[in-house]
């Protein structure tokens, strides 16, 4: 186990019912609040009225930013930053999933900054405040909710990249199940690709001595497996969305899953390529890549990859070479990603092979890319000739 | 799953030569500080001169307070409540384990507060603010570091109780295993059985749809079970340390693992009357009673017994009865504890059946213990005569 500092300040409120907290969470923090939320559904829902209603009961005066989009854009972060800077707004409440929730930890990083805040994520500047933040989900996914980190797409330039801060951990979020209820099947699908694969990228890992943090988060596969398709098969169950909700959430909030082991985060860059470009969902990427990252790394430290099959697939090992049993492991990964309807690969989701080397080149911008193996230009690459 | 709120605001700094960082942290607060601490070990090894060093390098004046007791005692407490108000203190750090993190909570909320500290313990109030905390663990085992709770005793009245509060979760603690390679073999299977049993207490629940908590519960329990054998045979073994030591602090950490779960806790009532009357070790005590609370228990909900057997201690589940499969469970968990050096009935830590009647009754003072079963003042002595 690697020396870690953990830190995670950010206050669930979670269960059915839980917005009625939300107007004196809001109020400990400004009595003016910007609410940002997407494409409109939350409008079309009902909730956006529910929120505007609990604040204003609170005194507090509210200004919208609407619009984020799923892969939540620079241009549009800049817009929110000159709203608050220009209405003297003290609180920001986003209401939605990951993307809402990303642009809104940009834009609160951003107001205090003299500088643009894509500099953050440039990493040539770190935010030391931010305008206090807090969030109501409606999707089960990134775990933005519990966590200081965001990503941004620079679509002028299409990079997408991402920046992390104590500053930008929630104040609050409320985590509400039936809020996820109409969520589609094919965006409950890759929510869950998305959680699962925050786990692999933190349990794929060369640190030795981790057997709490390993088994933590197959805790987290296994609920995961269990219930990403009573979800999807019968959206208004409770106990599936709410299971998935805290999976999210426990998935990737600032670490506790996996304190002092060092994550690989490879395959998110190199997915973070393929939507900077093509705009696909963030899951739809992860799923197709994911599983043939596994192929390309697994040899790596085999060992992990059949404790994976095992424990977390039920893989019978006995007769079978350690090979075997991690391959059946990935397989298996793969059988449940396209069960519950997440793509196989880039062909199915229109991607050819023209741009493979220009999005390898810039996924190793920052140098060679992962951990568990470090990747190369050339390795991210073959990754995405796999995936074709 | 149940409606709940999470917030666990506490920073751990987690490793080898982590306290270089408690000057820094402790600066944040004031420049006035009572050092804690307990019977004195910490002065032997050399760790007080290192703590002062950290502070008065960071310009910190130090004030201290040594002696606190295993079963830290009220009239400790009023004392260094005392010694804050006359000097003006800004800021506790606690040397030591869960007594002393505990005391120094009590001091913390009782400082601020007009009336009597006692108050908090007897439920007739509840902290509105608190003296900021710090601590420096040496001692896995109560998960007080990351937890605002404390247990405090009135030896004039030989009652023991607890409180907590969101103001007296420390704001940082710092967590070196090296600093508990000292800890005698004794201690550490105290606390080892102190931590899986807080694991108990939020496991063995009525409330359903809770799989991820479950296994996390889980998680941490077969990590307990894998690693106080290594610590015990081989003191400064890191890995074991750091394992246990994550392991205490995760097992109670202001519900992290059971988010939504209705815990029991009987079994932490029935032993601190134990220890209340007798200052018998409470790791050594809860030894004693919880095997023999689960024999009283089991069958309210058999099928959690019946996983607890399964999946903490792989008993073979084909030919038996779920009877027989949750009885090997309990037979395991004794086993492990005798394994481990904790005593097994009252008898061997000295304690006869004069006042039993009398602790029973004490310990339903609240109303009936629990809530796994809710047990009546006979059923909490039946549970002390099984003990004997």
Redesign the interface.
Known sequence: ??????????????????LSQLGQEAAKHSNKALIVYGGGSVKRTGLYDKVVAQLKEHHIETFELGGIEPNPRLATVRKGIEIIRSNGIGFILAVGGGSVIDASKAIAAGVPYEGDVWDFLTRQAKPTSAVPLGTVLTLSATGSEMNGGAVITNWEENRKLSFGSIYTFPKFSILDPTLTFTVPADQTAYGSVDMMTHVFEQYFSHT??T??QE??C???M??IV??APIAIAKPDD??AR??LM??GT?ALNGG?IS??VQGDWASHGIEHELSAIYDIPHGAGLSIVYPNWMKHVYRERIERFVQFAVRVWDVDPSGKTDDEIAMAGIQATREFFTRIGAPATLTEVGIGDDRLKEMADKAVHFGPLGSFKKLTSEDVEQIYRLSL
């Open positions: 186990m690697n020396n870690f500092t953990f830190h995670n300040p950010t206050k669930i409120i979670f269960g059915e019912g839980s030795t001595d057997p709490l088994r933590l197959e805790s987290i296994r609920t269990d219930n409770y106990a709410a299971n805290l999976c426990y506790m304190v002092g």
